[in-house]
Nanobody, 130 residues
């Protein structure tokens, strides 16, 4: 499986960006996808995840720092996950990575951890100027 992230760039504080991450190399079904980010000198941190929960449908979870500003969504026909980022601030500056888990979903708490994911994209840079 290959993941290709795009959509990063330079934006002023208060602006918006939409990141995309397309997966290829399937077949893929019942997969789960997430976004993480990493700033210089910091650990890679969880941003958002969208998981398939069977009867419960799709469930999302967000880091507290982005809740209410970022929205994760997916297009199953395109095997693509999106991250709509609004009201960006300089603290959002980072390389954003998409990740995919092809195994059965575990707890939502675990789905916020890097080790829960099987595949990673190369990342796309987001820079927010003040």
């Amino acid at each position: 499986v290959q993941l290709q992230a795009s959509g990063g760039g330079l934006v002023q504080a208060g602006g918006s960006l939409r990141l995309s991450c397309a997966a290829s190399g399937g077949p893929l079904s019942n997969y789960h996808m997430a976004w993480f980010r990493q700033s210089p000198g910091k650990e890679r941190e969880f941003v958002a995840t969208i998981t398939w929960s069977g009867v419960a449908g799709y469930q999302t979870s967000y880091a507290d720092s982005v809740k209410g500003r970022f929205t994760i969504s997916r297009d199953n026909a395109r095997i693509t996950v999106y991250l709509q980022m609004n009201r960006l601030n300089p603290e959002d500056t980072a390389v954003y990575y998409c990740a995919m888990r092809t195994r059965q979903r575990t707890t939502m708490a675990a789905m916020r951890e890097k080790w829960a994911y099987d595949y990673w994209g190369k990342g796309t840079q987001v820079t927010v100027s003040s």
